[in-house]
């Protein structure tokens, strides 16, 4: 049974699926994950002109089906992990399996300021090739300074007049490529060294008002749309009081995707790791998916 189905969960599901174990993947949400609201992949090898995010996850899941991957559209309500057989509770009942991994993967993490929670999808968003052809020929602000932000703001330009990138530092965290694109694009200009107090507006974003943190000065920003890229929150709530988690909350393996449980392996932007990308979750999944049967054999043999 995989968790998730995004680029660790499909490939966890192919691995499985072609060394012949009954494999199911659950998803609550359409296959994956949030490489779906990435516009182009281009750092992941075999496509040197880069691929939407969305055809790669097509190519992901034909393969997978191709070798027999089952993928049903279910919400995992619990999940019994103790023992040699687990049961993983959804909304359309319960399942018995051998072996589970878990690839839920990943939420973007919010601000928490005012206006936030008002103004989502009212000009806030996480998303940028979502919403960014909403804020066509419009000023809209991306607060955040990794690769992601960078990416995302510099998509944003293809439609809107003006690009913020709101950073709490003086210099991004975004790899080097990534940063000189930025600095080239006149569209996106920098503001260092700034929070993000409030949100303004009724029922559409209005602005931002912003705090220098170094020298306190508080200004507004008019932007018509808020775009936020400061990090994620693992889907790990399921196992919350049943795994080892770090203190971000994200799942604890070995080298091989192990968990502390028997039989229960974790992939994907779910683990704890230094890393967060297609390429290294495609890695995982296929790590996991082999350990999974490898346990599963073990079972067999009375070990």
Not at 275 to 290: D, F, I, N
Request: charged residues 25%; contains cysteine.
């Amino acid at each position: 049974m995989i968790i998730g189905g995004g680029p660790a969960g499909l490939t966890a599901g192919l691995y499985a699926a072609r060394a012949k174990l009954k494999t199911i993947l659950l998803e609550r949400f359409a296959p994956g994950g949030q490489i779906l609201t990435t516009d182009w992949v281009e750092n992941y090898p075999g496509f040197p002109d880069g691929i939407s995010g969305y055809d790669l996850v097509d190519k992901m899941k034909g393969q997978a089906e191709r070798f027999g991957l089952i993928i049903r559209s279910q919400e995992v309500q619990g999940l019994e992990l103790v023992g040699e057989k687990k049961s993983v509770i959804t909304d359309s009942g319960t399942i018995e399996t051998r072996a589970v991994i878990i690839a839920c993967g990943a939420a973007p993490q919010k601000l928490d300021i005012e206006g936030e929670g008002l103004l989502t999808g009212k000009g806030v968003s996480y998303c940028a090739t979502c919403d960014g052809p909403f804020f066509r020929d419009q000023p809209v602000a991306v607060i955040g300074g990794g690769d992601t932000a960078v990416e995302e703001a510099l998509y944003l330009t293809r439609f809107a007049s003006k690009v913020f990138i709101i950073h709490r530092r003086d210099r991004l965290r975004a790899i080097q490529l990534i940063q000189e694109r930025a600095r080239n694009e006149p569209k996106i200009e920098f503001i260092w060294n700034t929070v993000a107090l409030k949100i303004s507006g009724d029922t559409a974003v209005k602005g931002l008002e912003l705090k220098n943190v170094k020298t306190g000065s508080i200004s507004t920003l008019p932007v018509e749309g808020v775009f936020v890229f400061i990090g994620y929150i693992p889907n790990s709530g399921l196992v919350r009081d049943t795994l080892s988690l770090d203190e971000w909350g994200f799942i604890k393996t070995d080298n091989e995707m192990a968990t502390v449980i028997p039989g229960v392996f974790a992939a994907g932007d779910v683990r704890s790791k230094a890393l967060r990308q297609v390429a290294t979750a495609v890695g995982e999944g296929a790590t996991a998916a082999y350990m999974a049967q490898r346990y599963i054999e073990g079972l067999g043999k009375g070990s």
